[in-house]
């Protein structure tokens, strides 16, 4: 069975660059057709899709987060990546990692969940 | 962008009611919109896909439809493991976006 985990610091400072982690178990981030994508919660808000990456590496992001935005994959480790640049309180969020099996298809798989904190 | 809008934002209901939720989208998403139930501390949860279709283990009190621009989630009858807040989604464009979700809450 697919699992998700998310991992990386859970406290950034203003304007730095939020790093965060997504291990994938019980699949292959090579396996064709499959995007693999983050999405975040803000305190009190709703579900914010931020981009996601392709396995062929392909990438496609949210238009009001592209200039911060950068997802990458290690295929080695199993993982992608989000980086998240020049970050305020705003970016304050749960960031879930998830999956989609096809370009329309759902998030048919998530991570757990993991809270960043962006204040000095 | 394509801009979701969800109705209610938030509606109380009792255990047994029947519940709908209304998205509709600002262009044309032909069926591809799919529903979300997401509890405190949990990951989303996938219910309906492609605007009517029962995910695998959902429970059949779910259901979803529409085409176009307009779509309902209904419950049929309303557990109390039901009380959650309900997100639409859309990826008919590359700029995925969600509804900004109703809560649903006991009456």
């Known amino acids: 069975q697919l699992q998700l985990q998310e991992s990386g610091p859970g406290l950034v400072k203003p304007s730095e660059t939020l790093s965060l982690t997504c291990t994938v178990s019980g699949g292959s981030i090579s396996s064709s057709s499959y995007y693999w994508d983050w999405i975040r919660q803000s305190p009190g808000k709703g579900l914010q899709w931020i981009g996601n990456i392709y396995y062929t590496g392909t990438t496609y992001y949210n238009p009001s987060l592209r200039s911060r935005v950068t997802i990458f994959k290690d295929t080695s480790k199993n993982q992608f990546s989000l980086k998240l640049s020049s970050v305020t309180a705003a970016d304050t969020a749960v960031y879930y990692c998830a999956r989609q099996e096809y370009r329309n298809s759902p998030f048919d798989s998530w991570g757990q969940g993991t809270l960043v904190t962006v204040s000095s | 962008d394509i801009q979701m809008t969800q109705s209610p934002s938030s509606l109380s209901a009792s255990v047994g009611d029947r519940v709908t939720i209304t998205c509709r989208a600002s262009q044309s998403i032909s069926t591809y919109l799919h529903w979300y139930q997401h509890k405190p501390g949990k990951a989303p949860k996938l219910l309906i896909y492609?605007?009517?279709s029962l995910q695998n283990g959902v429970p059949s009190r779910f259901s979803g439809s529409g085409s176009g621009t307009d779509f309902t989630l209904t419950i049929s009858s309303l557990q109390p493991e039901d009380f959650a807040t309900y997100y639409c989604?859309?990826?008919?464009?590359?700029?995925?976006?969600f509804g900004q979700g109703t809560r649903l809450e006991i009456k």
């Open positions: 492609a605007a009517s």
């Open positions: 989604q859309q990826n008919y464009d590359t700029s995925i976006t």
